[in-house]
């Protein structure tokens, strides 16, 4: 089993940027897809983002695609995700999660491991 978690969050204005950290800790990182996702209040959690084992594949949801990059460091046991040109809508709490298999990646539901969360909040 692996332990998450998240850092990095906090206010920034629109048209800014962050980056995420997610350290791992426990079972092998690299042993793991990683994924993050997203929720806003009221709303559902969201795909953002995954990168498999070995970070040669990434997939991004289309609200992100282009602005948010995904990476992994397997020697350092941590995923991170560069969000630039934030905006508003992208305003949620921001949690990564893992998975020892990837199908889609994008389903919440293939990952059975999860962070504890950290607030983004982007201001107009």
């Known amino acids: 089993q692996v332990q998450l978690v998240e850092s990095g969050g906090g206010l920034v204005q629109a048209g800014g940027s962050l980056r995420l950290s997610c350290a791992a800790s426990g079972r092998i990182f690299s042993s793991y897809a990683m994924g993050w996702f997203r929720q806003a209040p009221g709303k559902e959690r969201e795909f953002v983002a995954a990168i498999t084992r070995s970070g040669d594949v990434r997939k991004y949801a289309d609200s992100v695609g282009g602005r948010f990059t995904i990476s992994r460091d397997n020697a350092k046991n941590t995923v991170y995700l560069q969000m630039n040109s934030l905006k508003p809508e992208d305003t949620a709490v921001y949690y990564c999660?893992?998975?020892?298999?990837?199908?889609?990646?994008?389903?919440?539901?293939?990952?059975?491991?999860w962070g504890q969360g950290t607030q983004v909040t982007v201001s107009s």
């Open positions: 999660a893992g998975a020892e298999t990837m199908s889609s990646g994008g389903s919440r539901y293939e990952y059975p491991y």
